[in-house]
């Protein structure tokens, strides 16, 4: 079955703290890895995505690693807001970025 | 440019009713797909339309069932509604549907079954 285990469920982070979020999959035929954030009463919008190909994205204060020989990534937001409390998505897929297999969902909480 | 709209935004039915929820895509945008989001299974995938063509389709039961109009507007239907029903319905289009095309999501329809 294709999965990907996401954790933690949530943190509490402190402002200009660092947030990290950690996925794991199963299925080597995942070629596409892309993180979500997603807002009370939004849909989840794309925040960040890498291919296998590297081992590390950055984007701002936020950058993915990625460790193909574990199957493991994680999302890692540098000097966290506020404005980033919200909930995060890993997702995996195998080439079309239509059909993504999503984690549970971390909720992440930043405090003053 | 506008997003993706999903109509209706919230959605009240009782078991056994049909529902048929709508989703216009961003202009230009040819592929459509739908999750559907829950509290326990989170995230999970339901279909993808790509100029008209179901292309893939996630493991739901047959209830399920969708189409795409050929301005790329999508419908997805779910016949005799259960409890278990109950869920965000999450609309996204992409610009080709292959190549790690960015998803866009919509901000769902809130369907509940009573």
């Known amino acids: 079955q294709q999965q990907v285990k996401q954790s933690p469920q949530s943190l509490i982070v402190q402002k200009g703290g660092i947030s990290i979020i950690n996925c794991a999959y199963e299925?080597?035929?995942?070629?596409?890895f892309p993180w979500y954030q997603q807002f009370p009463g939004k849909g989840p919008a794309l925040l960040i995505a890498?291919?296998?190909?590297?081992s590390e994205k950055k984007e701002g204060r936020f950058t993915i690693s990625f460790n193909k020989s574990a199957k493991q990534f994680s999302l890692h937001i540098m000097d966290s807001q506020p404005g980033d409390s919200a909930t995060y998505f890993c997702?995996?897929?195998?080439?079309?970025?239509?059909?993504?297999?999503f984690g549970t969902g971390t909720r992440l909480q930043v405090t003053l | 440019k506008a997003g993706v709209t999903q109509t209706p935004r919230y959605l009240i039915k009782t078991r056994g009713q049909q529902v048929t929820l709508s989703c216009s895509p961003i202009?230009?945008?040819?592929?459509v797909s739908w999750y559907q989001q829950t509290p326990g299974q989170g995230l999970q995938f339901l279909f993808e339309?790509?100029?008209?063509?179901?292309?893939n389709k996630g493991n739901f039961p047959g209830r399920f069932s969708g189409r795409q109009f050929s301005n790329s507007r999508s419908e997805m239907n779910v016949s005799t509604l259960e409890l278990g029903d109950s869920a965000l319905y999450l609309c996204?289009?992409?610009?080709?549907?292959?190549?790690?095309?960015?998803?866009?999501f919509g901000s769902g329809t809130q369907l509940s079954v009573l």
């Open positions: 996204a289009s992409t610009l080709e549907g292959t190549g790690f095309g960015k998803l866009f």
């Open positions: 997702a995996a897929d195998t080439g079309t970025a239509s059909k993504l297999t």
């Open positions: 299925n080597t035929a995942f070629d596409y």
């Open positions: 202009s230009g945008h040819r592929s």
């Open positions: 890498i291919r296998p190909d590297v």
């Open positions: 339309y790509f100029s008209e063509t179901q292309r």
